[in-house]
């Protein structure tokens, strides 16, 4: 049994949604069979981790400083 593994990076021009939009269509098309069609070969699983979201900065870009201490 072979195994593949594929990883996707995220650089500065891919968004979260694209990143969803990506997965989704990847499991579309091994659910459909149209990727073991084309690539002439079984596939038997798929493990596909859902993106990270982006961080959110919960202060809204306020820094603390000495004088917003107790």
Do not use: C, K, W, Y
């Amino acid at each position: 049994m072979h195994h593949l593994l594929l990883t996707a990076g995220v650089n500065d021009t891919t968004s979260f949604n694209q990143l969803n939009e990506i997965t989704e269509t990847l499991v579309e098309i091994i659910q459909t069979g149209e990727a073991a069609q084309t690539a002439g070969v079984e596939i038997v699983s798929l493990e596909i981790s859902d993106p990270i979201p982006p961080p959110v900065d919960p202060t809204g870009g306020v820094r603390a400083t000495n004088e917003t201490g107790m």
